[in-house]
């Protein structure tokens, strides 16, 4: 623009120049484009579960978890380096994983010092990609990268390749170079089939070659890895596979780093490439170390403790022993992220509760989200993981000083037990109702004083009205209330008062047979004269 304005004339540029730069600070400052924030990385530990939780859950619920995780802008997950190391650690890995004891103390291998220069070579180049000097940018990486290649046996997180390869690709890509960032990205790729990569960090140009690049990876034939010492650990692009022998199937065709390590020995690595439908098949034949320290003249220095898995902290809970916070910023460090997240699977009476543990690698501060209530039939899981999800957010962003773990969670402490079956309420016997008719036993049918009873209209209540009246609360003494409620209450109805003898029917009926008796005789008495008098009658007139 400025070689345009020159041309015509620095009368005319100047003014340009001062109208164009007015313009711009009259923008509002929404209008002025602005980089993405960085996503938060966060190193996450595989979830632990209970032994009341089967085994299956953890495994759907972390898929659940970590696809909502992935649509998440904030957050970018870092999977934990040796996964099954972990697990295997923290579930009870087989005695052929197990390590063996060594037989004579060694102290560990110092680093080679060619791995840190490729460390400060990776950085240089990773803030030269970011500022967009792709060129110098390119020169570090290949650097960094030809280091670490020599090194790639002594080298234990084998994410720190992958990444010098990552950003030897995008550098490429994002400065135009099309057919050379291709095949960086391929050799990314054989390696790291499910890469995701953040748009906010390497673009969006970089992102979409990357989901290009994976519609063109094709699975290759399988690898055969034969370790000596038979308990040498078989890595395949940093990933445990077993020890001894080892066929790994469904690696994607191209270059393979094997590395295999053991006890009392130097380790060793190698490269393969698959292609076709070949398989392949790699020895590697450790040096033994045993030799060279016995002829030393100084005795070994005791080697310092092993590390616990990170996975084994999360499974037991146990934040608060020492070596937990340093491992666990080491492990930040190496996979260059901000937080590690612990999370543990347990179980109460009615419901699973997925708890999650956030370690700020700053200042290694741990604190607590509140844990997703997953009912048993995981009929709420979507529900349960994005509300938890949304609680992870607001801590990584707003981390909850009031929160920190100080003491063993009471997650940990659920028994988890199946809810205990309520016992059946035992029916109370009732005596079966007396018909009516029948009498009551003397001590029962004895009524009682005339004002127990009254008001009558319960004692002379129809079977539906007593239905319809409402349970009589047992009195504190004996009597009427203290009777079942289908007791027939007919039967207990008071004594009938003494009918007068005037009243009594029999009385009347002799009466009415006297009365009718005399009329009758009287009718007989009289219809004979009658007709005596009639026949005299007769024969006079005859």
């Known amino acids: 623009m400025l070689v345009r304005l020159k041309r015509y004339g620095g009368a005319v540029s100047l003014p340009v120049l001062v109208a164009f730069g007015l313009s711009v600070a009259g923008l509002p400052a929404p ?70 004891e060594p037989a004579q103390v060694l102290p560990p291998l110092a680093p080679h010092p060619d791995l840190d220069r490729a460390a400060r070579l990776a950085g240089e180049g990773r803030d030269l990609a970011k500022a967009q000097k792709f060129e110098r940018a390119l020169t570090t990486l290949m650097q960094a990268q030809e280091l670490y290649g ?32 291709n095949a960086a990205l391929g050799n ?75 006890d009392q020995h130097y380790p060793a690595a190698t490269t393969v490439t698959t292609r076709g439908a070949v398989a392949s098949k790699v020895t590697l034949t450790l040096k033994s170390r045993v030799a060279r320290v ?33 491992e666990s910023q080491a492990a930040a460090a190496k996979t260059m992220t901000d937080f590690v997240l612990y999370s543990y699977l347990a179980r109460s009476e009615s419901s699973f509760q997925l ?21 048993t039939d995981l009929g709420n899981l979507q529900i349960a993981l994005l509300d938890l999800e949304s609680r992870l957010a607001k801590v990584v962003a707003d981390f ?19 809810p205990t079956p ?15 008719a029948q009498p009551a036993p003397a001590p029962v049918v004895r009524p009682a004083p005339a004002p127990v009873y009254t008001p009558a209209p319960v004692a002379r209540a129809t079977p539906a009205s007593r239905q319809a009246l409402p349970p009589a609360a047992p009195a504190p003494t004996g009597g009427f209330d203290e009777l079942p409620s289908d007791f027939p209450m007919e039967s207990m109805a008071p004594a009938p008062a003494k009918v007068p003898v005037y009243k009594k029917w029999w009385l009347w009926t002799v009466v009415g047979v006297v009365v009718v008796g005399g009329a009758t005789a ?6 004979g004269k009658s007709s005596k008098a009639a026949s005299v009658t007769g024969r006079a007139q005859w």
């Open 31 to 100: 209008a002025l484009a602005q980089a993405p924030a960085r996503a938060v990385k966060i190193l996450f530990v595989p979830v632990q579960r209970a032994e009341a939780v089967p085994e299956g859950v953890p495994t759907r619920v972390e898929e659940y978890f970590r696809a909502l995780i992935e649509i998440e802008p904030r957050i970018k997950l870092v999977p934990l380096p040796y996964e099954l190391a972990a697990a295997q650690a923290s579930t009870g890995a087989p005695e052929s994983l197990k390590p063996v």
């Open 150 to 181: 020599k090194r790639i046996g002594e080298l234990e997180d084998f994410e720190r390749y992958v990444d010098v390869l990552v950003w030897i690709a995008a550098s490429f890509l994002n400065g135009g170079y099309n057919e050379e960032g």
């Open 188 to 262: 990314v790729l054989t390696l790291r089939p499910n890469l995701s990569v953040d748009a906010g960090e390497f673009g969006a140009k970089f992102v979409a070659a990357v989901d290009a690049a994976k519609k063109r990876t094709a699975e290759g034939p399988a690898i055969t890895v034969v370790a000596d010492p038979p308990d040498g650990a078989i890595y395949v692009d940093g990933r445990l596979v077993g020890t001894g022998t080892q066929v790994v199937s469904d690696l994607p065709r191209g270059k393979h780093f094997v590395r295999v390590v053991a």
């Open 294 to 326: 016995a002829n030393a003249r100084k005795p070994a220095a005791a080697p310092e403790p092993k590390s616990r898995p990170l996975a084994e902290y999360a499974r037991t809970g146990a934040y608060q022993e020492s070596g937990f916070v340093k």
């Open 355 to 375: 708890g999650l543990f956030v370690l700020d690698a700053r200042n290694g501060d741990l604190a607590a989200v509140d844990p997703a209530i997953i009912d």
């Open 400 to 418: 909850p000083r009031d929160r920190l773990v100080r003491a063993r969670p009471a997650l940990y402490d659920l028994k988890g037990a199946r």
């Open 422 to 436: 309520t016992p059946t309420p035992v029916a109370i016997p009732v005596p079966a109702p007396q018909p009516v």
């Open 522 to 527: 009287a009718g007989v008495v009289l219809g």
